[in-house]
C-alpha cells in the first residue's frame, strides 16, 4: 500500500529523543526554549512559543487576541474542524466564509460580506500548505479594526511574498502532527511580533504560572512561583522539542522534495479535461503539505469510484478537506450557504505526497490515476 502521507523521522531524531530522556528533563525545558528560538530565527518573527498542539496554539491566540462571547470571528468551512472549535472554546461564535476554488483558502470577497459590527476577528487558514492572500486580509482587518489570526497548522515552510509563513502577522499557528510537512509526534507553535502576546502566552501556556519550571531549576536563589491568571496545560514537552530542531533543520529540503513529487503529478495530469490543478500565483510558494486535484461534474469518473480504483490497487487517497458547516457538530439551518467549499469538498481528492517517496511509487499513482480515467489507453510514463 502507497500511503498518503508518512512523516520524514530518521535515526537523529530517536537519538535526539533517546539522549533527552537520559538527561532527566522530559517536560518543558532547555530544548523547548531552543526549539522556540530556532523556530522563530527559521520564519523571521521575533518571538515564538511551543504548545501542545495547533489546536491549543489557536485557542490561546483567541485569548490573547481579546476574542470572547458576544464575538464573532470569520474563517472557512473548507477546513479541519479543530478551526472552528477554537472559535466556541472562547464562547465566541464561528461565521463561515466562501473559499476560492484555485487555492482552497478564504476569499476576500466573500470574507467582507460577513463582517458585522460582531465581528472581533478573521481566522485565515493556509489551506494544505497554500499560502492565502495575506495582504488582502490584513487590508480588510485594518479597514474594519479586526484581529486577523492565521491558521498556519499545514503551512511551516510556505512563503508569501517571498517571507516565510510566521512572519506577517501578530499570531500565527502552526501543527507538527504526523501528517504535516514536520512532526514532533504532535505539537504545535505560535508564532508572534508582539512582546506582550509572547509574555502572556508563555503565561497561559503553564497554569498561569509567573515563573516556569526551568527559571527555577536554573536559579541560585530561591523562587516562588504565583499563579497570575487561569491558564492551561497546554506545555510542549523537551522530548518533543529536540525531535522538533532536528526537524526543523531539515524543513527546506523536506519542502523542496515534496514540491519535486506536486511538480511530477503537475505535468502528468495538467492537461487532463476537467481536473483543475493547486495554482501558486505569482509570491506564492507552498510547501504542498497535501496535493488536492479537483474534478469537475462532467468529469468521466465519479471521484469516489477513482477513489476505489486507487484503493483496490494499493493507492491511499483521501477526499477533499472537509466542510465543517455540513458536521453535525455545527450544522445549523441553511443559512450557511458556501457553493464553492461544498462543491470542492465533494469534488476534490487528495492523493499520495510524503518523503521520501520513491520514483516507482510516484509513476505507479500517476499510471493508475490515467488508466482509472481513461477510455483508452494512455502513455503514462512521466519524468523523474
Keep these: 500500500m502507497i500511503p498518503l502521507a508518512k512523516p520524514y523521522l530518521t535515526v537523529e531524531e530517536a537519538r535526539a529523543a533517546y539522549d533527552t530522556i537520559l538527561s532527566g528533563w522530559i517536560t518543558q525545558g532547555p530544548r523547548v526554549q531552543e526549539f522556540e528560538e530556532k523556530f522563530a530565527t527559521y520564519t523571521g518573527a521575533p518571538y515564538a512559543v511551543a504548545v501542545s498542539n495547533c ?26 474542524i479543530a478551526t472552528a472549535n477554537a472559535i466556541k472554546y472562547v464562547g465566541a461564535t464561528p ?29 485565515l487558514v493556509h489551506q494544505l500548505g497554500m499560502p492565502a492572500d495575506i495582504e488582502a486580509f490584513q487590508e480588510l482587518c485594518g479597514k474594519y479594526r479586526l484581529q486577523l489570526i492565521e ?29 504535516k510537512v514536520i512532526s514532533t509526534g504532535d505539537g504545535g507553535m ?3 511580533n508582539r512582546k506582550d502576546y509572547y509574555e502572556r502566552l508563555k503565561l497561559l501556556r503553564q ?45 527546506d529540503w523536506i519542502v523542496k522534495e515534496r514540491r ?35 474534478l469537475s461534474k462532467d468529469f468521466l469518473i465519479d471521484r469516489n469510484t477513482l477513489m476505489q480504483g486507487l484503493l483496490d490497487a494499493g493507492i491511499a487517497s483521501r477526499r477533499g478537506v472537509m466542510t465543517i458547516h455540513r458536521e453535525k457538530a455545527y450544522k445549523q439551518s441553511e443559512q450557511d450557504v458556501l457553493p464553492v467549499s461544498e462543491d470542492v469538498n465533494d469534488r476534490s481528492i487528495i492523493l499520495p505526497l510524503f518523503v521520501p517517496m520513491a520514483p516507482e511509487e510516484v509513476q505507479q499513482v500517476v499510471d493508475v490515476f490515467l488508466r482509472l480515467i481513461s477510455p483508452v489507453p494512455v502513455s503514462t510514463e512521466v519524468g523523474p
Excluded at 470574507?111 to 472581533?120: A, D, L, Y
Design 207 to 251: 497554569h498561569g504560572m509567573s515563573v516556569n519550571d526551568r527559571v527555577r531549576h536554573e536559579a541560585d536563589k530561591l523562587i516562588f512561583e504565583e499563579y497570575l491568571e487561569v491558564g492551561y496545560n497546554y506545555r510542549m514537552t523537551d522530548i518533543q522539542a529536540a525531535v522538533g530542531i532536528h526537524q526543523l533543520e531539515k524543513l
Design 95 to 123: 461565521v463561515f466564509a466562501d473559499v476560492l476554488k484555485t487555492s482552497n483558502n478564504l476569499d476576500p470577497v466573500e470574507t467582507e460580506k460577513k463582517i458585522t459590527s460582531k465581528t472581533k476577528a478573521i481566522l
Design 151 to 179: 491558521d498556519a497548522a499545514c503551512a511551516a515552510g510556505s512563503q508569501y511574498k517571498n517571507k516565510k509563513i510566521g512572519s506577517h502577522s501578530e499570531l500565527v499557528c502552526f501543527s507538527f502532527h504526523p501528517r
Design 260 to 294: 519535486k513529487i506536486a511538480a511530477i503529478y503537475d505535468e502528468a495530469f495538467r492537461h487532463i479535461p476537467g481536473v483543475i490543478l493547486p495554482r501558486e500565483e505569482a509570491g506564492f510558494y507552498s510547501n504542498y503539505q497535501s496535493y488536492s486535484v479537483y
Design 55 to 80: 489546536t491549543t496554539a489557536l485557542h490561546l491566540s483567541m485569548i490573547v487576541a481579546g476574542v470572547g462571547p458576544m464575538d464573532e470571528v470569520i474563517c472557512p468551512s473548507l477546513s479541519y
Design 190 to 192: 505560535i508564532t508572534t
